[in-house]
């Protein structure tokens, strides 16, 4: 065992003649505690709300998106084909997106029309049972050989409830491509039924977003075959811009790839940014909380002065006089800090296996607080606290260290 830290273990450890160092000690312990269990709390809901948000949006969007720009194009066959046969792609299907109105009885309100291959996409997108419930052309032709049926859609639950629609009824689509006439450009309608719903607790999506079958929505956009992109899904998210590279450099010139990550960039750096406003926030917490080691140092070179007069005199070095009070406030740093990780831990546990704080249904999009508790961030928040700890200890060791041991002794 090393000298200096052999005398920092006994004065730790000794009773200490004033009750109020003893006292101040404890404090400084117990701050650092509160101060890395907050932290590591914290940060694991920020982390938790992140990991949640992206496992919705995820659910209904692609992981990558390969167009022309604004451009819509008809060689979409030959794009699905290629980014099927690149590695790591799990599915492929074109889209035609516009915006539109919906026109129920009595209300109307705007929405943002996907038109999807029900079968393909039913293997990349969270809805269940797509590709019943909207049926392929030759499908839809049978049923309408014997009873006209209106096309079908699916929409978002919170749009269906501004429209005050149920399952079955019908509605009519305006799309703003219509027809040139003698008063003007027409808008271009057309009946529909709502044959399900969807709901993924975002309200950017149940509230204004309408799935439908490709061939319908190429018909509103009036695009005459065309499809304004291909979606793609992966089977490694983190890997999707990769990947569409690759897609890329298969197909050639002209075409663009977007990841998900780009696609909801400002939601992404928002979430980060407050994860690092909480982080340094909290961090210095933890910094006015290691304050009390300080002056518990202080206090107790005070009162060690003779013990420091003699250990010079027997020959400790300034530079060792410094290390048994830097290796002291250390030892406090470390206790206040493995605790706050225990029950930092505890505590993120308890959520996780037990809901024990619940959230509002009407307010919240979730029912529980979430924890994604990551060993990243539980080391650095760790490591952290040490290194202000360690800071809150130079002040006091360096003035231990300056003690002239004559004038110590003399005056002690």
């Not at 899904?233 to 450099?249: M, P």
């Not at 340094?280 to 070179?301: C, D, K």
């Not at 007069?309 to 406090?332: C, D, E, N, P």
Request: aromatic letters at 8%; a positive charge; charged letters at 20%.
């Amino acid at each position: 065992m090393r000298f200096e830290f052999f005398i920092s273990r006994r004065y730790f450890k000794s009773k200490p003649r004033r009750t109020i160092l003893s006292l101040i000690t404890l404090l400084s312990i117990a701050g650092v505690t509160i101060g890395v269990t907050a932290l590591i709390v914290v940060i694991a809901v920020m982390s938790g709300f992140e990991a949640d948000l992206k496992n919705r949006i995820l659910g209904i969007e692609p992981h990558l998106v390969i167009d022309r720009g604004d451009q819509p194009f008809k060689d979409y066959k030959q794009v699905v084909a290629e980014a099927e046969k690149t590695p790591g792609v799990l599915a492929a299907w074109p889209v035609e997106e516009l915006q539109v109105m919906l026109k129920a009885d009595t209300r109307i309100s705007g929405a943002v029309i996907k038109g999807i291959d029900p079968l393909a996409a039913s293997k990349g997108l969270n809805i269940p049972s797509l590709e019943t419930l909207l049926p392929s052309t030759q499908t839809l032709n049978s049923r309408r050989a014997t009873v006209p049926v209106p096309p079908p859609l699916v929409m978002g639950r919170d749009l269906a409830r501004a429209l005050g629609v149920v399952q079955g009824d019908t509605l009519f689509v305006v799309s703003p491509k219509g027809t040139l006439a003698p008063v003007g450009v027409v808008p271009y309608m057309k009946r529909f039924e709502v044959v399900d719903f969807f709901q993924t607790g975002m309200y950017e999506y149940d509230g204004s977003l309408v799935f439908m079958r490709l061939e319908d929505a190429q018909a509103l956009a009036r695009s005459q075959g065309a499809v304004s992109a291909v979606e793609v899904r992966t089977k490694q998210v983190f890997q999707a811009s990769d990947i569409g590279k690759r897609i890329l450099a298969r197909l050639g010139k002209g075409f663009r790839q977007q990841d998900w990550m780009q696609l909801n960039r400002n939601l992404f750096s928002a979430l980060k940014l407050e994860k690092a406003a909480m982080f340094i926030t909290l961090t210095l917490i933890t910094l006015v909380a290691t304050f009390s080691i300080t002056s518990s140092l202080v206090m107790m070179v005070m009162e060690k002065v003779k013990d420091i007069a003699i250990l010079r005199t027997l020959g400790a070095t300034a530079r060792s006089i410094k290390r048994i009070f830097v290796m002291q406030g250390m030892i406090i740093g470390t206790i206040g800090t493995v605790t706050g990780v225990f029950f930092g831990t505890l505590l993120c546990y308890l959520q996780d296996t037990y809901q024990l704080i619940r959230l509002p249904g009407d307010v919240y999009y979730i029912t529980a607080l979430p924890v994604d508790l990551q060993l990243l961030d539980v080391v650095a928040v760790g490591l952290s606290a040490m290194c202000i700890s360690f800071i809150a200890t130079l002040y006091p060791a360096v003035q231990a260290s300056r003690f002239n041991p004559v004038e110590a002794i003399r005056y002690g």
